[in-house]
Protein backbone atom coordinates (compact mmCIF):
# COMPACT_ATOMS: atom_id res chain seq x y z
CA UNK A 1 0.00 0.00 0.00
CA UNK A 2 1.62 3.29 -1.03
CA UNK A 3 0.86 6.68 -1.41
CA UNK A 4 -1.23 6.48 -4.26
CA UNK A 5 -3.44 3.73 -3.07
CA UNK A 6 -4.27 5.99 0.02
CA UNK A 7 -4.96 8.86 -2.39
CA UNK A 8 -7.09 6.78 -5.12
CA UNK A 9 -9.32 5.26 -2.16
CA UNK A 10 -9.67 8.90 -0.68
CA UNK A 11 -11.01 10.55 -3.87
CA UNK A 12 -13.27 7.55 -4.81
CA UNK A 13 -14.67 7.89 -1.40
CA UNK A 14 -15.56 11.02 -1.75
CA UNK A 15 -17.01 10.18 -5.02
CA UNK A 16 -19.17 7.58 -3.46
CA UNK A 17 -19.92 9.93 -0.89
CA UNK A 18 -21.81 12.79 -2.43
CA UNK A 19 -25.42 11.21 -2.64
CA UNK A 20 -24.84 10.83 1.55
CA UNK A 21 -23.61 14.21 1.72
CA UNK A 22 -26.60 15.80 -0.24
CA UNK A 23 -29.15 13.72 1.68
CA UNK A 24 -27.17 15.32 4.68
CA UNK A 25 -27.61 18.56 3.78
CA UNK A 26 -31.62 17.90 2.71
CA UNK A 27 -31.83 16.25 6.52
CA UNK A 28 -30.31 19.15 8.34
CA UNK A 29 -32.16 21.63 6.48
CA UNK A 30 -35.59 20.00 7.77
CA UNK A 31 -34.09 19.38 11.37
CA UNK A 32 -32.74 22.15 13.26
CA UNK A 33 -32.14 21.27 16.27
CA UNK A 34 -29.78 18.40 15.77
CA UNK A 35 -26.78 18.68 18.09
CA UNK A 36 -22.93 17.98 17.31
CA UNK A 37 -23.18 14.25 19.27
CA UNK A 38 -26.56 13.23 17.17
CA UNK A 39 -25.06 14.04 13.83
CA UNK A 40 -21.79 12.22 14.58
CA UNK A 41 -24.25 8.88 15.64
CA UNK A 42 -26.31 9.35 12.61
CA UNK A 43 -23.58 9.83 9.96
CA UNK A 44 -21.99 6.98 11.80
CA UNK A 45 -25.11 5.11 9.62
CA UNK A 46 -24.07 6.02 6.38
CA UNK A 47 -20.18 5.58 6.78
CA UNK A 48 -21.56 2.23 8.33
CA UNK A 49 -22.97 1.21 5.06
CA UNK A 50 -20.33 2.66 2.82
CA UNK A 51 -18.06 0.61 4.46
CA UNK A 52 -20.19 -2.44 4.46
CA UNK A 53 -21.11 -1.97 0.44
CA UNK A 54 -17.66 -2.60 -0.89
CA UNK A 55 -16.32 -5.21 0.98
CA UNK A 56 -19.69 -7.27 0.34
CA UNK A 57 -18.96 -6.18 -3.44
CA UNK A 58 -15.39 -7.50 -3.03
CA UNK A 59 -16.67 -10.72 -1.06
CA UNK A 60 -19.23 -11.52 -3.91
CA UNK A 61 -16.85 -10.97 -6.54
CA UNK A 62 -14.64 -13.23 -5.62
CA UNK A 63 -17.24 -16.09 -4.70
CA UNK A 64 -20.33 -15.70 -6.57
CA UNK A 65 -19.64 -12.96 -9.77
CA UNK A 66 -22.76 -14.22 -11.51
CA UNK A 67 -24.67 -13.13 -8.71
CA UNK A 68 -23.76 -9.48 -8.62
CA UNK A 69 -23.68 -8.99 -12.53
CA UNK A 70 -27.34 -9.82 -11.93
CA UNK A 71 -28.09 -7.51 -8.84
CA UNK A 72 -26.25 -4.71 -10.46
CA UNK A 73 -29.08 -4.53 -12.57
CA UNK A 74 -31.51 -3.60 -10.09
CA UNK A 75 -29.40 -1.73 -8.48
CA UNK A 76 -30.64 1.69 -9.95
CA UNK A 77 -34.29 0.79 -9.29
CA UNK A 78 -33.93 -0.01 -5.59
CA UNK A 79 -32.34 3.71 -5.29
CA UNK A 80 -34.88 5.27 -7.08
CA UNK A 81 -37.64 3.17 -5.18
CA UNK A 82 -36.01 3.77 -2.04
CA UNK A 83 -35.45 7.52 -2.16
CA UNK A 84 -38.17 8.44 -3.79
CA UNK A 85 -40.49 6.92 -1.24
CA UNK A 86 -38.48 8.62 1.95
CA UNK A 87 -38.38 11.85 -0.37
CA UNK A 88 -42.02 11.71 -1.04
CA UNK A 89 -42.89 11.38 2.53
CA UNK A 90 -40.69 14.34 3.89
CA UNK A 91 -42.74 16.43 1.18
CA UNK A 92 -45.90 15.06 2.31
CA UNK A 93 -45.15 15.67 6.19
CA UNK A 94 -44.14 19.35 5.07
CA UNK A 95 -47.57 19.92 3.62
CA UNK A 96 -49.10 18.67 6.34
CA UNK A 97 -46.85 20.73 9.12
CA UNK A 98 -46.05 17.60 11.08
CA UNK A 99 -42.59 18.41 11.71
CA UNK A 100 -43.60 21.92 12.66
CA UNK A 101 -46.44 20.66 15.43
CA UNK A 102 -43.58 18.34 16.48
CA UNK A 103 -41.28 21.25 17.39
CA UNK A 104 -44.16 23.12 18.94
CA UNK A 105 -45.32 20.17 21.06
CA UNK A 106 -41.82 19.75 21.54
CA UNK A 107 -41.48 16.32 21.04
CA UNK A 108 -38.32 14.84 18.63
CA UNK A 109 -38.63 14.80 14.69
CA UNK A 110 -36.98 13.80 11.51
CA UNK A 111 -32.84 12.85 12.48
CA UNK A 112 -33.64 13.48 16.46
CA UNK A 113 -36.19 10.77 16.52
CA UNK A 114 -33.45 8.11 15.43
CA UNK A 115 -32.55 7.62 18.65
CA UNK A 116 -35.49 8.72 20.53
CA UNK A 117 -38.51 7.29 19.06
CA UNK A 118 -39.62 3.95 20.46
CA UNK A 119 -41.65 2.37 17.55
CA UNK A 120 -38.53 2.06 15.31
CA UNK A 121 -39.88 3.69 12.35
CA UNK A 122 -37.28 7.21 12.60
CA UNK A 123 -34.27 4.33 12.80
CA UNK A 124 -35.82 2.53 10.18
CA UNK A 125 -35.59 5.68 7.53
CA UNK A 126 -32.68 6.38 8.63
CA UNK A 127 -31.47 2.84 7.53
CA UNK A 128 -33.01 2.84 4.05
CA UNK A 129 -31.23 6.59 3.63
CA UNK A 130 -28.14 4.38 4.29
CA UNK A 131 -28.85 1.42 1.90
CA UNK A 132 -30.15 3.87 -0.69
CA UNK A 133 -27.16 6.08 -0.43
CA UNK A 134 -24.56 3.81 -0.58
CA UNK A 135 -26.19 0.59 -2.31
CA UNK A 136 -24.18 1.70 -5.77
CA UNK A 137 -20.71 1.30 -3.81
CA UNK A 138 -21.42 -2.79 -4.02
CA UNK A 139 -20.31 -2.43 -7.33
CA UNK A 140 -16.62 -0.79 -6.07
CA UNK A 141 -15.99 -4.46 -5.34
CA UNK A 142 -15.47 -4.83 -9.73
CA UNK A 143 -12.72 -2.19 -9.27
CA UNK A 144 -11.05 -3.48 -5.91
CA UNK A 145 -10.73 -7.10 -7.14
CA UNK A 146 -7.18 -7.14 -7.50
CA UNK A 147 -6.35 -5.73 -3.75
CA UNK A 148 -5.71 -8.57 -1.43
CA UNK A 149 -8.78 -8.84 2.02
CA UNK A 150 -6.11 -6.41 3.86
CA UNK A 151 -5.99 -3.23 1.26
CA UNK A 152 -9.74 -4.12 0.44
CA UNK A 153 -10.59 -3.62 4.41
CA UNK A 154 -8.25 -0.56 4.86
CA UNK A 155 -9.76 1.31 0.86
CA UNK A 156 -13.17 0.81 2.88
CA UNK A 157 -12.65 2.04 6.03
CA UNK A 158 -11.33 5.22 4.05
CA UNK A 159 -14.21 5.33 2.18
CA UNK A 160 -16.33 5.20 5.87
CA UNK A 161 -14.04 7.83 7.17
CA UNK A 162 -14.35 10.13 4.42
CA UNK A 163 -18.23 9.52 3.78
CA UNK A 164 -18.67 10.50 7.81
CA UNK A 165 -16.75 13.31 7.63
CA UNK A 166 -18.67 14.67 4.90
CA UNK A 167 -21.97 13.36 6.23
CA UNK A 168 -21.54 15.35 9.80
CA UNK A 169 -20.47 18.74 7.44
CA UNK A 170 -23.39 18.31 5.49
CA UNK A 171 -26.03 18.15 8.01
CA UNK A 172 -24.29 21.43 9.26
CA UNK A 173 -24.71 23.41 6.03
CA UNK A 174 -28.29 21.85 5.19
CA UNK A 175 -29.18 22.99 8.76
CA UNK A 176 -28.20 26.68 7.89
CA UNK A 177 -29.45 26.22 4.78
CA UNK A 178 -32.70 25.38 5.99
CA UNK A 179 -33.03 28.50 8.08
CA UNK A 180 -33.35 30.59 5.25
CA UNK A 181 -36.53 27.96 3.81
CA UNK A 182 -38.22 28.24 7.62
CA UNK A 183 -40.63 26.29 7.40
CA UNK A 184 -40.78 24.84 4.08
CA UNK A 185 -37.04 23.67 4.85
CA UNK A 186 -38.63 20.05 4.89
CA UNK A 187 -40.49 19.70 1.16
CA UNK A 188 -37.20 21.50 -0.12
CA UNK A 189 -35.35 18.27 1.60
CA UNK A 190 -37.93 15.70 0.00
CA UNK A 191 -37.40 17.38 -3.03
CA UNK A 192 -33.48 16.51 -2.80
CA UNK A 193 -33.92 13.03 -1.70
CA UNK A 194 -36.11 12.79 -4.38
CA UNK A 195 -33.91 14.46 -7.27
CA UNK A 196 -31.02 12.09 -5.62
CA UNK A 197 -33.24 9.00 -6.66
CA UNK A 198 -33.99 10.18 -10.39
CA UNK A 199 -30.19 10.99 -10.62
CA UNK A 200 -28.35 7.54 -9.12
CA UNK A 201 -31.59 6.01 -11.32
CA UNK A 202 -30.28 7.70 -14.79
CA UNK A 203 -26.83 7.29 -13.95
CA UNK A 204 -27.07 3.50 -13.25
CA UNK A 205 -29.87 2.76 -15.47
CA UNK A 206 -29.71 4.69 -18.82
CA UNK A 207 -26.11 6.29 -19.32
Known amino acids: MNFMFYLSSV ?20 NQNTGFGTALRITAVYAFFQFTMPMLGWFLVHEAVKALSLFNRFVPWIALILLVHLGGRMIFEGLHGRSEA ?16 PTGLALWTLLLQGIATSIDA ?18 STIIAAVTWGMC ?40
Not at 138 to 152: E, N, P, R
Not at 178 to 186: I, Q, V, Y
Open 138 to 155: LSIGFAITAYDVKMAFVC
Open 168 to 207: VTGIFIGKRVGKLFSAHATIVGGIILVLIGIEVFAKGALL
Open 11 to 30: LLGVGLAMDAFTVSIANGMS
Open 102 to 117: NRVEGEPDGLEATLTS
